[in-house]
Structure formats: C-alpha cells, structure tokens
C-alpha cells in the first residue's frame, strides 16, 4: 500500500527566508505524488504534482518540489516566504493498486511571522 | 480543469438525523471520490463513488451509515446517517480522470451535529 509521511505537524518561518516541508513517501513501484495547500475555511488547491516526468517539479506562487527516489522523498521548497504563504500543506500518493485513491499526509501548518 | 460544487456549505443539524451533501461537476470526471476532515485533521477517504453501481468503501466506512450515490459521471451524493456529534467534520468531494492525474476538489460541507 502507499503512503506517505508528513516529517514536521508545524513549520515557523520569518517572511522573506526559506520554506522547507518534508514529505517521504512509500510506493512499492514509481508513485504520482502531488502537494496540495488548504487555506482556512477555503478548499483543497493543488500547487504542483508529478508523475513519472521530471524529477524537479514547478507549481504555483513559486513552489516547488524535488521528487528523489534514492531518498524516497517528495520535500515541498519555496525560496522567500510571504505571508499569505501561512497555511496547511498536504503531501499526497496516488493509489495506483487501488482506483488511484489519494492518500492525504498527516499535514504540515507552515507559519510566517512577520 | 474541473470545477466542484457542493451543497450546502455549511449546515448545523440535530443528532439521530440525517444530512446528504450533493457533489456537481462541470465537466465529466472519471473517478470521483468522498473524504472526510475531521477538526484539525488530515483528510481521510471515505469511499469512491461509481457510476451506477454500489460505491467503495473504505475500512472504518460503512454503506449504512455513508449510503452514496452516482447515477451519472457529473453528480454524486453522500449521507450522514443517523447523525451524532463525532460526524462534526468537513465533507469533501473529489473528482479526477481515471488515474487521477490531478484531482480537484469541492470547497467541502462544514457539518456541525448538535
């Protein structure tokens, strides 16, 4: 079965440095993984995903993600954080054993402070 | 892309009632799926909903208590059946191709049982 494992329940940073969330994932065969972001009381928006391209991913408001099958992670970067970057992030596998369910990460609340 | 509509959005219901939520899609999805968020919560799959046919349910899940239904490629149901408190959580609906490239998902139902 797939899975995947979100490293940190919460993620501070100052505006303006760098944004690191850690996602490993488990997938007997080469997986679709995806990062979705959830902003409060708004729904699910998909900020990048890949599937089997390239291995450095670009999404929207400059993420981006590395998928390293030596490590068996799919960690979520952004270079400058803004504050409207303050939000719930979600590493997620595609089932492909089983109708392509996804399957969500526990989440990572990333803060910005000011 | 696909855009998911759901209704209601929110909705404050009486415990031993029961609430179904309805799913619209613009557009002919292939696979479309029901998860549940819990407060402070990951997402977690509920079932996927087939079209004419029973849905699948997944462990913990039960077709009495979740009864879905998809009578086409752009439309599905879920019930909360016999509702208690513990069923307070946001109830969302997803919708992809049939490997699920990219998934798009509803704003959820915000349900509140009291």
Same mark, same amino acid.
């Given at each position: 079965?797939?899975?995947?494992?979100?490293?940190?329940?919460?993620?501070?940073?100052?505006?303006?440095?760098? $944004?690191?969330?850690?996602?490993?994932?488990?997938?007997?065969?080469?997986?679709?993984?995806?990062?979705?972001?959830?902003?409060?009381?708004?729904?699910?928006?998909?900020?990048?995903?890949?599937?089997?391209?390239?291995?450095? $991913?670009?999404?929207?408001?400059?993420? =981006?993600?590395?998928?390293?099958?030596?490590?068996?992670?799919?960690?979520?970067?952004?270079?400058?954080?803004?504050?409207?970057?303050?939000? =719930?992030?979600?590493?997620?596998?595609?089932?492909?054993?089983?109708?392509?369910?996804?399957?969500?990460?526990?989440?990572?609340?990333?803060?910005?402070?000011? | 892309?696909?855009?998911?509509?759901?209704?209601?959005?929110?909705?404050? %219901?009486?415990?031993?009632?029961? @609430?179904?939520?309805? %799913?619209? +899609?613009?557009?002919? +999805?292939?696979?479309?799926?029901?998860?549940?968020?819990?407060?402070?919560?990951?997402?977690?799959?509920?079932?996927?909903?087939?079209?004419?046919?029973?849905?699948?349910?997944?462990?913990?899940?039960?077709?009495?208590?979740?009864?879905?239904?998809?009578?086409?490629?752009?439309?599905?149901? @879920?019930?909360?059946?016999?509702?208690?408190?513990?069923?307070?959580?946001?109830?969302? %609906?997803?919708?992809?191709?049939?490997? +699920?490239?990219?998934?798009?998902?509803?704003?959820?139902?915000?349900?509140?049982?009291?």
């Amino acid at each position: 079965a797939q899975s995947v494992t979100q490293l940190d329940s919460h993620v501070s940073v100052s505006e303006g440095t760098p $944004v690191l969330l850690r996602c490993n994932y488990s997938s007997s065969y080469s997986p679709s993984l995806f990062w979705y972001v959830q902003h409060p009381n708004k729904g699910l928006q998909l900020l990048l995903k890949y599937t089997s391209a390239a291995t450095l $991913v670009k999404g929207i408001n400059g993420f =981006e993600a590395e998928f390293k099958k030596s490590e068996t992670s799919f960690h979520l970067t952004k270079p400058s954080a803004h504050m409207s970057d303050a939000a =719930e992030y979600f590493c997620v596998v595609s089932d492909r054993d089983s109708s392509y369910k996804l399957i969500f990460g526990s989440g990572t609340r990333l803060l910005v402070r000011p | 892309s696909a855009v998911i509509s759901q209704k209601p959005s929110r909705d404050i %219901c009486q415990r031993g009632t029961s @609430l179904t939520i309805q %799913c619209q +899609v613009d557009s002919q +999805v292939t696979m479309m799926f029901w998860y549940r968020q819990q407060p402070g919560q990951s997402l977690t799959l509920i079932a996927t909903a087939n079209q004419g046919s029973e849905a699948t349910y997944e462990s913990g899940f039960v077709i009495d208590k979740f009864p879905i239904s998809r009578p086409n490629l752009t439309f599905s149901t @879920l019930t909360v059946s016999n509702m208690s408190p513990e069923d307070s959580s946001i109830y969302l %609906c997803s919708g992809g191709d049939r490997k +699920v490239t990219e998934a798009f998902f509803g704003q959820g139902t915000r349900l509140t049982v009291v």
